[in-house]
């Protein structure tokens, strides 16, 4: 196991983690539009994460959803319902940071929270079981 790739699967997950921090607190004190901008990134990094231990490059963020399903998910490294979590995440965050009308409510945070508590702890147990953290 490379050494540098390894540190950078680390930091991206302690990113995720940090976001998940971040979401909590926001999510705690109402600021529910940067609650959900939060819970998305700890799905994304957590996301990133798992990737990389795949030796996939990020590019673009705008890569990962579909390269999560194509390297992750069909190759059966983790459950379906998890790439449908990270896409449902990524129309709440796309909603939720531009859409003008779109309002986000205390029930879609919370959703979201708990969401992205799940796929946080689902890629961390994945990177662990392998030997990444």
């Known amino acids: 196991m490379d050494f540098e790739l390894k540190s950078r699967v680390k930091?991206?997950?302690?990113?995720?983690?940090?976001?998940?921090?971040?979401?909590?607190?926001?999510?705690?004190?109402?600021?529910?539009?940067?609650?959900?901008?939060r819970s998305y990134y700890a799905i994304f990094h957590s996301a990133a994460a798992v990737l990389m231990s795949?030796?996939?490059?990020?590019?673009?963020?705008?890569a990962v959803v579909p390269f999560f399903d194509r390297e992750v998910v069909k190759k059966g490294l983790i459950e379906t319902s998890f790439q449908r979590m990270f896409a449902n995440a990524y129309e709440c965050f796309?909603?939720?940071?531009?859409?003008?009308?779109?309002d986000v409510d205390q029930h879609g945070a919370?959703?979201?929270l708990d969401m992205?508590?799940?796929?946080?702890e689902r890629m961390e147990t994945y990177l662990r079981d392998k030997g990444w953290v």
């Open 11 to 37: 930091k991206s997950l302690s990113k995720a983690e940090n976001a998940l921090d971040e979401t909590r607190v926001l999510y705690s004190k109402g600021l529910l539009p940067g609650s959900i901008s």
């Open 54 to 62: 795949q030796h996939m490059e990020i590019i673009k963020p705008s």
């Open 94 to 102: 796309q909603m939720s940071e531009y859409d003008i009308y779109s």
């Open 110 to 112: 919370n959703s979201m």
């Open 116 to 120: 992205s508590q799940a796929f946080y």
